[in-house]
């Protein structure tokens, strides 16, 4: 559990290298690590801030975090 684990969940679900999953994991573990209504939408933002992903690739990429 923690930063790592996360980081190896986003490389899996997202197809990312480790290192491009590691900065997506600090980098939006805030706003990812409790997903309300506000703070899903701005989670899902930084996601895509880093990675190129589809609308199905953000729920698997948000559902990472729950390793925090």
Same mark, same amino acid.
């Given at each position: 559990?923690?930063?790592?684990?996360?980081?190896?969940?986003?490389?899996?679900?997202?197809?990312?290298?480790?290192? #491009? +999953?590691? &900065?997506? =994991?600090? /980098?939006?573990? @805030?706003?990812?690590?409790?997903?309300?209504? $506000?703070?899903?939408?701005?989670? #899902? +933002?930084? &996601?895509? =801030?880093? /990675?190129?992903? @589809?609308?199905?690739?953000?729920?698997?990429? $948000?559902?990472?975090?729950?390793?925090?």
């Amino acid at each position: 559990m923690g930063v790592g684990a996360v980081a190896s969940c986003l490389g899996a679900v997202l197809g990312i290298g480790a290192t #491009a +999953a590691y &900065i997506i =994991a600090v /980098a939006c573990g @805030g706003s990812c690590a409790t997903p309300t209504p $506000v703070t899903a939408a701005i989670c #899902a +933002a930084c &996601i895509g =801030a880093y /990675a190129v992903i @589809g609308a199905g690739g953000i729920a698997g990429a $948000v559902a990472c975090f729950n390793y925090l």
